[in-house]
Structure formats: structure tokens, C-alpha cells
Nanobody, 123 residues
Framework: QVQLVESGGGSVQAGGSLRLSCAAS????????MGWFRQAPGKEREGVAA????????YYADSVKGRFTISQDKAKNTVYLQMNSLKPEDTAMYYC????????????????WGQGTQVTVSS
């Protein structure tokens, strides 16, 4: 069963940091890749970061490169998103997601996701 539970969202001022966590079921963590996407009101979904499960290969959207870092703890079936130097435009609902289709992680596209956690960055 696919299960993804996010935590760690909140409100911060511009320039601040947040760390999102995503606890996945063992079945979900066997996915080809896992990552994060975000969606702000009235805007299209945007893939933010992805990593092949079990491998230290990562991909990022241009908008977050150098500021966000995706990592994973295989022993805990958990994926993290460290977000630094946050900007107001990073404000969105962030979703932990998995790709079980075997696609290219670099595409930042997923077919399963969790309930989301809100990130709000004030100026």
C-alpha cells in the first residue's frame, strides 16, 4: 500500500529555513524514485526535487537549486527536503511523492503523493 506522510511545514520569514520530512511505507519506498512537488493557489503543480530511492542521485527544479536539498534515510524509509534561503515565492503546499512507473527522476513527475504540508514564507 502506498503511504506518504509529510511533516515539518510552517511559517517562516524570508531567508529562513525549514526541513520537511516524509515517512513512507516500505512498499512506497520501493518506488523508483521519490521527491517533492508544490502547488500554490492558482498556480500549476511544480516538481521541486527528486531522488532515486537508495541512490545519492538528485534532481532539482531551477527555482530551488542551491537552496533546497533532498536526502533520504533508507533505514527509516524517510525522505527529507531541507529548504534554506526561503523566499515568499516558495509559499505553497508541499507534497511528498513517489514515482512507481519507473520513469526518469529528472522529469520530477510522480504518480502517488501524500496529503501535503503547508509552507508559508513572509517577506
Amino acid at each position: 500500500q502506498v503511504q506518504l506522510v509529510e511533516s515539518g511545514g510552517g511559517s517562516v520569514q524570508a531567508g529562513g529555513s525549514l526541513r520537511l520530512s516524509c515517512a513512507a511505507s516500505l512498499y512506497t519506498y520501493s518506488s523508483n524514485c521519490m521527491g517533492w512537488f508544490r502547488q500554490a493557489p492558482g498556480k500549476e503543480r511544480e516538481g521541486v526535487a527528486a531522488t532515486y530511492t537508495g541512490f545519492a542521485v538528485t534532481y532539482y527544479a531551477d527555482s530551488v537549486k542551491g537552496r533546497f536539498t533532498i536526502s533520504q534515510d533508507k533505514a527509516k524509509n524517510t525522505v527529507y527536503l531541507q529548504m534554506n534561503s526561503l523566499k515568499p515565492e516558495d509559499t505553497a503546499m508541499y507534497y511528498c511523492a513517489a514515482d512507481r512507473r519507473g520513469g526518469n527522476c529528472a522529469d520530477l513527475m510522480f504518480d502517488y503523493w501524500g496529503q501535503g504540508t503547508q509552507v508559508t514564507v513572509s517577506s
